[in-house]
């Protein structure tokens, strides 16, 4: 067993060279290793501790050597790049790790450095490249391995798989599961972000402007007085002037069209809940619509529905949720059924029932019936997929399982295994958003709780259904495209640009891991990539073996199909279902967080009730004021397919990467070049808006 010297101080005592040795050393010829170090431009990214560093190569190591510079301590500042020399009496042969300590300048003046990457140039000519985007906040010895990417089994000494396995054995102490809730996906262990090492915390930018823009918005509601105010609205104007100067261009156009057949329809295709939607192969026994109801004897719904031209939204997983008591009065979620008929290409919702089981009190509604039973029936069901959106469709399948298969990547695989250079820029502010949700927004007295139908105790039931009965296929874009039977359906460009963005996404990470897995035998031996999938499956999905997902990976193409999804799953799809959450949530009429009246039991009722239906004043603007909060970028914003970062070294995966932008960009111009002939532009997923992980 190899057995290193953790302590830096002892370690400091070996750069003591004795005169004898001195002596010695100049007579012999001494090998020079070109040292540059990269600082984060980051703020508080530099140090003015003392660095040193040894370097290790197979054919022995340098002595740990102080990164001495005239300027001092400005050499490490941030976004410098800072040059040294090292020198050996002979040559290290082929480079494979560093390990760097930074002692303190002044006794107590310990202070935190984040380098980007150290590079080696080595008496023979070769250059070495370290990744290490890490914080080095101590005193210890860290070690970091050059670039070039390692599967387990070729480790090529015990120094190595020692440093690997000293990598994860720490990665495991601060990233530790934690079971949030009974029957939901495990999360990281912390009930802070300052739990989570700095590393994969906000940047100071994130996180100034994150809390710039919660504070903004809480300060004007308290202005307004509009938070205390638990009366219903009694003139719909007045809700456009709750944000007055936070309008979008779709916002508005939705508050225009708010009531309109087609508008409804269209927001099942390309608004914030896309994938709710599918073919109807024959009505559910618990929805009787009838030929006379919707085709007044032009036409027939079985011929329709054998064409595929009738669609259908169940929401029965909301049904018998407790609903959510806001300010002590009970709230209403309902759990509609909604029919869709594709009339040569026109999307149109032909009828409404508003709870599961038909029933004389439970009439389905039509677009015949009176305008105002029509629209109280689409409020109705626009509340409630809001909750069926905002719980299962982006919290659930984007928010938690992007934390699952980012907690996972970093207890199981190390900064050497091509894996890990993959799919780390994608984990990037998921950890934190994810723990900042957990601890305003959906804990049991959170933001959600004050103003969602299906806050408090609903939540947790519908997340827990939505796992129980959520498949792989439907993680996977084009199968669960086909499974819905929803490929021809027109002008639904949620399915045309995420085609797309699947088989860029696919294309690329083929490329990369056929490049490292040139056989299947690669893939099952590799244990921590067995290891990854084995702690998402039970940690994730509770191993659930209906979910379909993968326990264990025998083939390159299964592992291929895996890591598109999580690319997909954290990127394009958290834009999909979280970008136009202000767009269509800032008309409240539109997108109503909670109804507080129960739903129309007969139609042709005189007594309109529709403004004390709607939320009142003080759940719309909490609503608002969150989904403004979580539309907005930040200006460190790092979007599809750019790795500033550069954690491959190899030459392949980085033509790969240039390859997979431009596939990206061409896609964005073609993307804008449709929106431009469209009077609805569909920009969630023109990958030029959009980032690479799930960080707000
Ligand atoms: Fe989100």
Redesign the pocket.
Known sequence: MYKRDESGESNQQTSSISSAKILQLSRVKMENYEVTVYTTNCAFAATFNNVYIKLVGTEGESNRSWLFSIIGSLALFKGDVAHFTVSCPKSLGTLFLIELDKQDFLPFFQDSWYPSKVEVRSPEGDTYCFPVHRWITDREVNRFREGKAVKTFEEPNTLARYAREQELIGRKKDYCWEEWEKGLPHCIKGKSPLCLPPEVRFSYTKDTEFFWTAAIGQVELHLKGLEKRHEPWTDIDAVDRVFTYRTTDMSEYVQEQWQEDAFFAWQYLNGVNPIMIRCCEGLPENFPVTDDMVFFCQGSLKREMERGNIFLCDYKRLDGVKPNTINGKKQYLMAPLVLFHNRGGKFMPIAIQLKQTPAEDNPIFLPTDSAYDWLMAKIFVRSADFQEHQLNV??LR??LLAEVFAVSLLRNVPMVHPLYNLLVPHTRYTLQ?NIL?RLGLISEKGVFTQFAASGGEAMFTIMKRSLSSMTYKSLCIPDDIEERGVGNIPNYYYKDDGLRLWDIIFRFVEGVLSYYYKTDDLVVNDTELQDWIRDIFEHGFLSQEQTGIPQKFSTVAELIKFVTMVIFTCSCQ?SA??SG?YDYGAWMPNTPTSLQCPPPTTKGTKDHIMMQTLPNISTTVKGMSTMWL?SKDSSDFVPLGRYPEQYFSEGFPRKLIKRFQRELHKLSVSIKARNDNLKLPYTYLDPANFENS???
């Open positions: 982006h919290l984007t928010h958003i949700a958290h279902v979280n959450q979580l799930v960080a707000i």
